[in-house]
Structures are given as C-alpha cells and as structure tokens.
C-alpha cells in the first residue's frame, strides 16, 4: 500500500513555542491532505483539509491562526501549531489521498506533542 | 445523531474465534466503506475498502455493506493476538469528506 510519513514521530515543546510537523507521501502524489488530531482512545477529529495549492479548509472549531496548514507540494504538507499551550498536547495524524478517482485514505505513523 | 455509529467496545475473544465488527451510518449517500486497524500510539492502517454495497475478502478479513441496512461489517476468521488493535470504520459519500467512528477496541487472547 501506499506510504505517508511524519516527522518528528515525537516533540515535546515548552509552553509558548511553535512546533512544525511535516507529512510527507512517500510514494505518491497526494492532492488532498487530512490532519487530524486524535485524544486517547477516542476516534480521529479532523482538522482541516488541505488542497495541494490552495489555502487548507478549517472545520469548525478550529483555530486557522493557530494550525497553520501549507500543502506546498503534492508529496509534503506541514502544520505548524504556533504559540502552543499544554492543551494542544495530543496525537496529531496526517492522512494523504492520491487524485481524482481515489477515496483510500493513507495515514502516517502519527505525531506525539507535549507541550510543558 | 452522529453520521457513525460504532461500538467503542471492548472486545475480547479466545485465539482463534471468529470476530465481528460493526458500524452503522444515517447518510444513505455514503458509497465508500473503510475499515482501518490501529495499534496503539500509530497511525491507522487501511485493513479494507469497498465501493456500495457487496462484500470484499482478503485473506482472514472479509468486509460487508448492507446499503439498504446502513450497516457495514468486518470479519476477522481465526483470530490471532496479533490483531488485537483498535478497529476504526470510515465512510464517504463523495471520496472528499470522511466520517469515521469512534472505533472499535479488539483483544485476543492467546
């Protein structure tokens, strides 16, 4: 299957910081881009999703000022969680979509924050 | 009501069982059924997909839509501890916009 990766697998940030996480696919060219961020044993809660270029779409809730999206490429999209606070710990999850025609969902390996 | 319904379990079966595992959706446009496994602390892997409605096998997993239900099913024949994870069902009605449920926690006991 196809392969998305992320990096860093794992960050821990003190409090006021921005930390930047790059999804990259590794194997295919990804027009669209999910990020999704995932709180312990409960279900992915998407983000917002991201076009290769063009400006990503929030879903409600969340701060565009605060995760900033860049889907620069069609195999690299980054988010960057500006000004982070301990309430933005959490498992961040990138998912890559290859073009039209196709609706599989690859996930990467997930991004731990801690934020202190 | 939520657009995905999924037993948040937990599951827990004998090596070897057969498992079954289920969500329900309201949206009778969704015609793009997934099933993910995600071990803890991972991303989510896609295990299946299906396109309407029909069932799909690929070696133990077998995947099942019942559109005129609104119900879709995995199967996982002759369990193995190794597939104890947590098992996420997905759906869409356009291959643009996901719902996913809240997943569904399997352990197998050896």
């Known amino acids: 299957g196809a392969v998305v990766s992320q990096h860093p697998s794992r960050v821990i940030c003190k409090s006021g910081t921005s930390v930047k996480i790059e999804c990259r696919s590794l194997?295919?060219?990804?027009?669209?881009m999910f990020w999704y961020r995932q709180f312990p044993k409960q279900s992915l809660m998407l983000m917002a999703t991201?076009?290769?270029?063009?400006?990503?779409?929030?879903e409600q809730g969340v701060e565009k000022d605060k995760f900033l999206i860049n889907h620069a490429s069609l195999t690299l999209s980054t988010l960057t969680v500006t000004s982070a606070h301990p309430e933005d710990s959490s498992f961040y999850i990138c998912?890559?979509?290859?073009?039209?025609?196709?609706?599989?969902?690859?996930f990467g390996p997930g991004t731990r924050l801690t934020v202190t | 009501q939520k657009e995905v319904e999924q037993d948040p379990g937990p599951l827990s079966v004998p090596e070897g069982a057969i498992v079954s595992l289920n969500c329900t959706y309201s949206?009778?446009?969704?015609?793009?059924f997934m099933w993910y496994r995600q071990y803890s602390r991972k991303g989510p892997e896609l295990l299946m997909y299906?396109?309407?409605?029909g069932n799909k096998e690929d070696g133990r997993f077998t995947a099942q839509v019942d559109k005129s239900s609104k119900y879709i099913s995995l199967f996982i024949r002759d369990s193995q501890p190794s597939d104890s994870a947590t098992y996420l069902c997905?759906?869409?009605?356009?291959?643009?916009?996901?719902?996913f449920g809240t997943g569904t926690s399997l352990t197998v006991i050896p």
């Open positions: 998912s890559a979509k290859a073009g039209q025609g196709s609706y599989e969902q690859y």
């Open positions: 194997d295919f060219q990804a027009t669209t």
């Open positions: 991201s076009n290769e270029g063009s400006k990503a779409t929030y």
């Open positions: 949206n009778s446009a969704f015609q793009y």
């Open positions: 299906t396109y309407s409605s």
């Open positions: 997905a759906m869409s009605a356009n291959g643009n916009q996901f719902y």
